[in-house]
Antibody, heavy 120, light 111 residues
Framework: QVQLVESGGGLVKPGGSLRLSCAGS????????MTWIRQAPGKGLEWISYISTSSSTIYYADSVKGRFTISRDNAKNSLYLQMNSLRADDTAVYYC?????????????WGQGTLVTVSS | QSVLTQPPSLSAAPGQKVTISCSGSSSNFRHGYVSWYQQLPGTAPKLLIY???KRPSGIPDRFSGSKSGTSATLAITGLQTGDEADYYC????????????FGGGTKLTVL
């Protein structure tokens, strides 16, 4: 069955870096646009970044632009999020999700999330 | 402050109907489709409605969506205790800071 599994979360100090991974199974990642969405404790959903099937088009939220980098390796059926210069307000559960058509915001499969805690 | 505006909370009794509103602007709703997500406690969000009014397979027809102008509505009929969750609307924003935008979420309590 279709599954997305995030990994790489953990505790990191302010100013530190972390790389999240999202492994897809049961489908070909290359057929889907992919996104990262986060949710701070007790808060709502916040979109972070979006990447096209071939990586030719990438979008970032203003809150992470210049600090986070999204990438994908279709051969490995995987999505990544490199997070640098982390701040306390980056603390959240990070989800990866997929959609088949660009810009529809119809994310039909989500991972279980990975928790990132930024604290000294 | 979310780009899309939803009521923070709603409550209704089992069996009743509830509607959740989502208000946007010309930079998003006028051009884009709206989706709705349900997030049960401790779980990842789940797609309920896409392209304004379509349901993915497996979503019961008690859930319906509509869009008019710069607002959208999620309706849930025959409320069940299992519908108690947070609900989010989302769409693509075509402003200078293009990207996905979500509403702040509505916590639905089924009394």
């Amino acid at each position: 069955q279709v599954q997305l599994v995030e990994s790489g979360g953990g505790l990191v100090k302010p100013g530190g870096s972390l790389r999240l991974s999202c492994a897809g199974s049961g489908f070909s990642l290359s057929d889907y646009y992919m996104t990262w969405i986060r949710q701070a404790p007790g808060k709502g959903l916040e979109w972070i970044s979006y990447i096209s099937t071939s990586s030719s088009t990438i979008y970032y939220a203003d809150s992470v632009k210049g600090r986070f980098t999204i990438s994908r390796d279709n051969a490995k059926n995987s999505l990544y999020l490199q997070m640098n210069s982390l701040r306390a307000d980056d603390t959240a559960v990070y989800y990866c999700a997929r959609e088949v058509l660009f810009g529809m915001v119809s994310f039909d499969s989500w991972g279980q999330g990975t928790l990132v805690t930024v604290s000294s | 402050q979310s780009v899309l505006t939803q009521p923070p909370s709603l409550s209704a009794a089992p069996g009743q109907k509830v509607t959740i509103s989502c208000s946007g602007s010309s930079s998003n709703f006028r051009h884009g489709y709206v989706s709705w997500y349900q997030q049960l406690p401790g779980t990842a969000p789940k797609l309920l409605i896409y392209e304004n009014d379509k349901r993915p397979s497996g979503i019961p027809d008690r859930f319906s969506g509509s869009k008019s102008g710069t607002s959208a509505t999620l309706a849930i009929t025959g409320l069940q205790t299992g519908d108690e969750a947070d609900y989010y609307c989302g769409t693509w924003d075509y402003s200078l800071s293009a990207g996905v935008v979500f509403g702040g979420g509505t916590k639905l309590t089924v009394l």
